[in-house]
């Protein structure tokens, strides 16, 4: 069945680093992945969607200069999270949507947990 | 905008039927989906249902769509204690490429 990852699954960081978290469709093309996220007993939330070759396009409220989202081929989609804060700690999904026939839900990644010093 | 309400919290006992009640507001969704979330862990796809569609039905789960209402729920019969996880509703639009709309997930506890 389709396989999503994410790279790495825990990251600590200390503030003001940044850190890259990688989402991979293992087993099919995703021209089109979105960036979730996570607070603690809350619903997910969409921060971005990220099409293969062209811009990401952000929600309303996302900082697009803190946020970086790369997606440079059809398996890999990447989110750097810049100049990182404590309010930044959270939990970070990808979901990818197989291009072509049968492309009708996402698969998600098994998620990132970033904590943020 | 796109909005999904559920009930937050539900207790059932092992062996009982549970059911996990979800709202939504767009017409226009296609595709009505549950995920289970457990503990630390990602998003499982449990079922999914098309809006041309009243019920499905999978092993133990059931989905009821009423779209007049815009009202899904999903059907957990002879719940187990692995059942204990929180329940996403979520909705994806007609266009190709649309992100889902999540619920804030119903916490669903089981007790032996």
């Known amino acids: 069945g389709a396989v999503v990852s994410q790279h790495p699954s825990r990251v600590i960081c200390k503030s003001g680093t940044s850190v890259k978290i990688e989402c991979r469709s293992l087993d099919f093309q995703a021209t089109t992945m979105f960036w979730y996220r996570q607070f603690p007993k809350q619903s997910l939330m969409l921060m971005a969607t990220?099409?293969?070759?062209?811009?990401?396009?952000?929600e309303q409220g996302v900082e697009k200069d803190k946020f970086l989202i790369n997606h440079a081929s059809l398996t890999l989609s990447t989110l750097t999270v810049t100049s990182a804060h404590p309010e930044d700690s959270s939990f970070y999904i990808c979901?990818?949507?197989?291009?072509?026939?049968?492309?009708?839900?996402?698969?998600f990644g098994p998620g990132t947990r970033l904590t943020v010093l | 905008g796109e909005d999904v309400e559920q009930s937050l919290f539900l207790s059932v006992r092992e062996g009982d039927s549970s059911v996990i009640n979800c709202t939504y507001t767009d017409s226009s969704s296609t595709y009505l989906y549950w995920y289970k979330q457990e503990p630390g862990a990602g998003l499982q796809l449990l079922t999914y249902i098309f809006s041309n569609m009243d019920m499905k039905q999978d092993q133990r789960l059931t989905v009821l769509l009423n779209k007049k209402d815009k009202h899904l729920s999903l059907r957990i019969a002879d719940t187990q204690t692995g059942d204990s996880a929180i329940y996403f509703c979520?909705?994806?639009?007609?266009?190709?490429?649309?992100?889902?709309?999540f619920g804030k997930g119903t916490t669903l506890s089981v007790s032996s």
């Open positions: 979520a909705e994806r639009g007609y266009q190709a490429g649309t992100a889902l709309i």
């Open positions: 990220s099409n293969e070759g062209s811009k990401a396009t952000y």
């Open positions: 979901s990818a949507r197989p291009t072509g026939v049968g492309g009708d839900t996402q698969y």
